[in-house]
């Protein structure tokens, strides 16, 4: 596990895409939470898996 800290605009782009991707594999696929997701992540519209942390 990495654990990362900061504001927003301190992270990189794919920081951002990557937390987008660990939030909806954990909250959409793991829990079943049904969100309001555009393209398979909950704030992009790229669709992926997140890499290994």
Request: proline share 0%.
């Amino acid at each position: 596990m990495e654990i990362i800290a900061g504001t927003v605009d301190s992270f990189s782009a794919g920081v951002l895409l990557d937390m987008a991707r660990y939030r909806h594999q954990v909250f959409v696929e793991k829990l079943g939470w049904k969100l309001d997701t555009r393209g398979g992540s909950n704030s992009t519209s790229s669709i992926g898996k997140i890499r290994s942390i």
